[in-house]
């Protein structure tokens, strides 16, 4: 039995405005994943064009799909798709007694040249954003 080739996202991802859902078609997004065997780091930048203000966004996964807990008793946990294909990170804060978090999946085209980035929230029914990205390097 071959053991599973799991995809690597590391690298500089542009967001590609056109295929995004609207809620960040506003904003230039780029985001910057390292990966190892152990680790996911992503680094997402908004920017408002035509402003020098940006926004960064930065989490910390360990790659074993267990939960962890933060220092301020944040939970958060990283998990591959039973085929490989897609990793999902949770990131959950507790606020005055009330869980409020996402749920990121990130999967990557055949060619290794397409990033999809779907974010919903943790409660039930909530909406799903979808971003399409392209590798920069």
Sequence with gaps: LKAQTLPDFSGTWVQDKARTDEFFKDFDVTTV?????????????????????????????????????????????????????????????????????????YSISENGKELTVKTSDIKPGGKIVTQIFNRKN
């Design 33 to 105: 994943i390292s990966q190892s065997k152990q680790d996911f780091n992503v680094k997402t930048t908004f920017a408002i064009p035509g402003e020098s203000e940006t926004t960064t966004r930065e989490n910390s996964f360990v790659l074993d799909g267990k939960e962890k807990t933060d220092k301020d008793g944040g939970k958060y946990s990283a998990a591959w798709s039973p085929d490989g294909k897609t990793l999902t990170t949770t990131d959950v804060k507790n606020y005055g007694g009330d869980n409020v978090g996402v749920t990121i999946s």
